[in-house]
């Protein structure tokens, strides 16, 4: 029987031959990943279940990346990491990088990626939405609860129901004006936010293939923003040569076969797409920048596990150097590995930290920030009535802070560009 | 568990993501502590734009400032219910509060999944949209064996999409309890 790449992984998982999609299946569990704000809660609930002095199932096996709230005063986010702290040391857990150490790394999605996590062919859950990121190395990636976390903390299995697959082929060369941001909002635009709910997003075609990393994991954290159980593209040697750069650990590569069923297919050409954004309050709300050029913006943002990866920094390099930015605009590298990026990696001769710095942006610390607003004193968080520019992934009513903001969701040269002139701008006028 | 959920109902609309449920600023609260619990009943839906919240009128909280409890036990919400982040506090906020049971045309999966494996509130999905035929405030009846949901005020009874598989959980209580009942968890 034909599978899709989704359905060989869930097999292989299953201990099966084939799995039939609607099928509820149970899982081994290669890896599970938690951070600072659903970590406390799950081991809570593992200790509760499994009792006080329960092992968990491999601590091999679980990454606790603590990224949400980081860099801040409050003292309930303090304790949550103390929290982690206590059931890494109890458990003593290999895969624990704590705060305030130099073990700590930074964002969760774009982390496990540099500590060598993500192998393709695996099963990866994790207590973040956003864990589909990893599907862009060829491995079945997807966000779970704190219950469902606990019950894999204990046993190291999960029940799955088999998605349906849809399929998004993106033909042509990819334009330099164009991010893969582009191309995920675009889908967005047109299947909404629940158009692949409880479905497998993969994505196929050369300008997909012609992508670094950074931008394939791009593609695939924000299938979440369809509402999708896990987003994917199979391996090819780009994924094996960082594979191989990233862990020694061995592993499967899986294709869909060409006679595999799915639920839809969309085609694209690239060269007919142009660059777009995600309008306040819903990551669907699309409309190219150019029809929205000139919309008056007081901030802009270039992070998260979304936008926050080196790529995307040189990509917003490309347009701040030389140039003033109008707005206040924050750089938020994802991880400490992309914040000393920053400081090597140049764009005609400049390292990109000059550059931001030359242009008047600020560069704050490693972590997930006001991606989600946060509390109170979180770096970049929006204020009172904001309009932002954001290469993040949600632009939900109060998501950056403040419930009266409202927040464009750009590529990252759309937000460099926008934040250069103080309004919405397209790339293509800087390029 | 009781066969029967009778409440009044607060209405929704669409796309109720998880950060309009419990904000992220409030994600730092203990989900063990029962002191620090009381502020996720507090916070429930507090993420909502004011005229958004209690339909088809808007602007009625779903919990009265200044309390923890909710006067609401069934939420009604067209689709997509429960969008966004994986946060667990979501569905347990609602609970906190007081709601029980919600009713919407459909949902995020990792919400749905939260609901039904953490036991915290039962997630019905109707296929007819009922947002324009129930408002904030009516008197509803949920039958759990027969899967609908009559609106006390209009008498008029509407057939609920049924649990299908998870219905097993849901009696169960929760994931725990369930594969407790099933052996799953001896197995592993």
């Known amino acids: 029987m034909a599978q899709t790449i989704t359905q060989k992984i869930l097999s292989r998982a299953a201990n099966r031959k084939f799995v039939d999609t609607g099928e509820n299946v149970w899982l081994n569990v290669d890896i599970l990943l938690t951070h600072d704000v659903c970590g406390p809660p799950t081991f809570d609930i593992f200790k509760q279940e499994f009792g006080p002095d329960a092992k968990v199932w491999d601590p091999e096996k679980v990454v606790v990346l603590p990224d949400h709230y980081i860099f801040t005063a409050n003292e309930h986010a303090h304790r949550n990491i103390d929290l982690l702290r206590q059931f890494a040391s109890e458990q003593s857990l290999p895969n624990y990088y704590d705060v305030g150490t130099d073990r700590y790394k930074g964002v969760c999605h774009v982390a496990l ?8 062919g695996t099963v990866l859950f994790g207590t973040d939405s956003h864990t589909c990121t990893s599907g862009a190395f060829g491995m079945f990636g997807s966000g779970i609860g704190n219950t469902d976390a606990a019950f894999i903390l204990g046993t190291g299995k999960l029940w799955e129901k088999v998605p349906e697959s849809m399929k998004f082929i993106f033909e042509g060369d990819m ?6 941001k582009d191309l995920i909002l675009q889908i967005l635009g047109d299947i909404g936010t629940d158009g692949a709910t409880y479905r497998a997003m993969e994505f196929d075609g050369e300008a997909v293939y012609s992508l670094p990393v950074d931008e394939r994991m791009t593609l695939c954290n924000m299938a979440i923003e369809a509402g999708g159980m896990n987003g994917i593209i199979a391996a090819d040697a780009v994924t094996e040569a960082y594979v191989k750069a990233h862990s020694s650990k061995p592993y499967e590569i899986f294709q869909s076969d060409p006679d595999a069923d799915y639920h839809s297919v969309y085609r694209y050409n690239v060269r007919e797409l142009e660059p777009v954004v995600a309008k306040p309050h819903s990551p669907d709300n699309r409309a190219t920048v150019r029809s929205m050029q000139g919309t008056k913006i007081t901030k802009s943002y270039i992070g998260s596990c979304t936008g926050g990866k080196l790529t995307d920094f040189m990509l917003a390099a490309k347009i701040l150097k030389g140039k003033q930015v109008t707005v206040p605009t924050n750089i938020v590298p994802a991880t400490v590995l992309v914040a000393r990026a920053l400081e090597c990696e140049t764009w005609e001769g400049v390292t990109l930290k000059k550059i931001f710095e030359d242009a008047g942006c600020s560069i704050a610390l490693p972590s997930c920030a006001a991606c989600l607003g946060g509390p109170a004193d ?10 932002v520019v954001s290469t993040t992934n949600r632009n939900f009513p109060g998501r950056m802070g403040s419930k009266k903001a409202e927040v464009y969701l750009a590529s990252p040269l759309t937000a ?15 390029l | 568990m009781d066969t029967i959920i009778q409440g009044k109902a607060y209405v929704l609309g669409k796309n109720i993501d998880t950060d309009q449920i419990i904000p992220a600023e409030h994600l730092v609260y203990s989900l063990s502590d029962p002191e620090e619990v009381k502020l996720y009943g507090k916070y429930a839906l507090s993420g909502v734009p004011p005229e958004q919240g209690g339909l088809p009128q808007g602007n009625i909280p779903f919990v009265t400032e200044g309390t923890f409890h909710s006067d609401y036990t069934i939420i009604v919400a067209g ?3 429960g969008c966004g982040s994986s946060r667990e506090h979501a569905p347990f906020a609602l609970q906190v509060a007081g709601a029980k049971a919600i009713v919407a045309e459909s949902y995020a999966r990792i919400f749905y999944r939260n609901c039904v494996d953490g036991g915290f509130v039962i997630p019905y999905e109707t296929s007819v949209p009922l947002t324009g035929v129930i408002k904030t405030g009516d008197e509803l009846k949920i039958d759990i064996e027969a899967n609908t949901v009559t609106n006390l005020e209009t008498n008029i009874t509407f057939t609920l999409n049924p649990l299908g598989d998870v219905f097993s959980i849901v009696r169960a209580g929760g994931i725990f309890a369930y594969a407790r009942q099933e052996n799953l968890m001896a197995q592993s």
């Open chain 1, 378 to 387: 979180t770096v970049g968080r929006s204020a009172d009535q904001d309009v």
């Open chain 1, 416 to 430: 460099a560009a926008s934040a250069v002139t103080g309004k919405l701008t397209d790339p293509r006028e800087f």
């Open chain 2, 79 to 81: 689709p997509n219910f």
């Open chain 1, 113 to 120: 990626a540099e500590e060598g996590f993500n192998i393709p």
């Open chain 1, 175 to 180: 334009p330099e004006y164009l991010c893969a």
